[in-house]
């Protein structure tokens, strides 16, 4: 990497790092000609049953199959709706709008989290599910949002792509609802070198569905019932998210070092940012603060070669392939302010300590000037 240059990610770095004993993985798994249903599922499926405290968990193709499939499971179908923040990477919305169902959208509260008074003003007679989106590693307000699906009997599908080991009360992302859906997509916390994803349930039907789901409906070798996809995990994704596994709780240890220091260094008076709540443990998958000025500040940070990101600069309701649901501006206030506001400082458990103070002097520099 160029000197100085503070980038967004560093997978270079976690590949330097972990490359001598990674590739001896590789190696075996490639020799063992075992690629797909492979030894390395039911081991990284018995991993995150215990991280989630789940009893079951399914290794899958990516975290959008991951709630395509929970979706199919839970029966929702054409035309029933399903409740879900506009705020969200695409794919929450898309899976909703894939099996030909309605997503509806409810606005979210200052912490860029759905909004659990207006999940309830949202649900009709076709309300079918709730979508949740832990956004940023941090978790809903899950224990009203429960109580919301206990009284309506709503089930709850956390869309919890971003917050592996993220935890409220104790209880972690993908406990709460009748499934959780995980994304392990090279940006994640817990990543893997391609696309994967999972998901966990304490529900058995959910569980045999998504497993006949994945595999194209078959329930043995020559027979199927169902006509299903096709969203395996290969067994060398596994093999390498078992190995990454083991130092899960180091990298979130670590982002959550990371974010004290800017929540330290950072002028609160210029700069908005989570506030990490006691009950709450906080993954951060991405650290995202809120600001007036925010695409002058990037391009500011990017000339000193500090680079951001933004997730994500357009609502979903405004983009081009919702126009057909027929929201308009205005319609998610809470959503389309922070949208303009919203910056995701390098978070990444490589950064040095240095790197992080010099990112929050840059930033509070711009608004002192
Ligand atoms: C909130 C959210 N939902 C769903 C997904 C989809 O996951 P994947 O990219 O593994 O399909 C992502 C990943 O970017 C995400 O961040």
Redesign the pocket.
């Known amino acids: 990497m160029k000197k100085n240059r503070i980038n967004y990610v560093n997978l270079s770095k976690q590949w330097s790092k972990e490359s001598p004993r990674l590739l001896n993985i590789i190696k075996k798994i490639l020799s063992s000609g075992e690629y797909v249903n492979g030894k390395q599922i039911p081991i990284f499926e018995k991993n995150i049953a215990k991280i989630c405290n789940t009893k079951y968990a399914v290794a899958l193709n ?6 395509v499939c929970a979706l199919i499971a839970l029966g929702i179908r054409k035309g029933d709706e399903v409740i879900t923040p506009p705020n ?2 695409i ?2 919305t898309s899976s909703i709008v894939h099996i030909g169902a309605i997503p509806v959208f409810v606005d979210v509260l200052s912490d860029q989290n759905i909004d659990p008074i207006k999940i309830e003003r949202a649900i009709t007679s076709k309300t079918k599910a709730i979508m949740p ?1 832990h ?1 940023t590693g941090r978790i809903c307000d899950m224990d009203k949002i429960k109580k919301i699906s206990l009284k309506y009997k709503i089930p709850i599908i956390e ?1 919890a ?2 917050s592996i080991g993220s935890k409220l009360n104790g209880i972690p992302a993908g406990k709460w609802g009748d499934v959780g ?1 995980f ?3 090279p ?2 916390n817990l990543n893997a070198c391609g ?3 999972f998901l966990v349930t304490d529900k058995k039907s959910i569980y045999t569905k998504t497993l006949s789901l994945r595999n194209h409906g078959l329930v043995s070798r020559d027979k199927v019932k169902k006509f299903a996809y096709l969203s395996r995990m290969d067994n060398l994704q596994a093999a390498i998210l078992n190995f990454r596994l083991k130092n899960l709780q180091s990298v979130i240890l670590q982002r959550r070092k990371n974010a004290k220091i800017y929540m330290k260094h950072l002028n609160p008076e210029y700069v908005k940012f989570p506030v990490s709540k006691k009950n709450k443990i906080d993954t951060f ?1 991405t650290f995202v603060v809120q600001v007036n000025d925010r695409d002058k500040l990037k391009k500011f940070l990017q000339n000193k070669k500090i680079f951001t990101a933004i ?1 994500y600069p357009v609502p979903i309701h405004l983009q081009p392939a919702a126009k057909y649901l027929r929201y308009k501006r205005g319609d998610f206030p809470n959503t389309e302010i922070q949208s303009k506001k919203i910056l995701s400082l390098p978070i990444n458990q490589f950064l040095k300590k240095e790197e992080i103070i010099k990112i929050s002097k840059e930033i509070n520099r711009y608004y002192e000037n």
Do not use: R
């Not at 990516?62 to 709630?67: E, F, Y």
């Open positions: 990516s975290g959008t199959d991951a709630l969200s990477f794919s929450s989106v956004l869309d792509a971003q859906c994304s392990a997509h940006l994640k696309d994967a994803g998958h997730h």
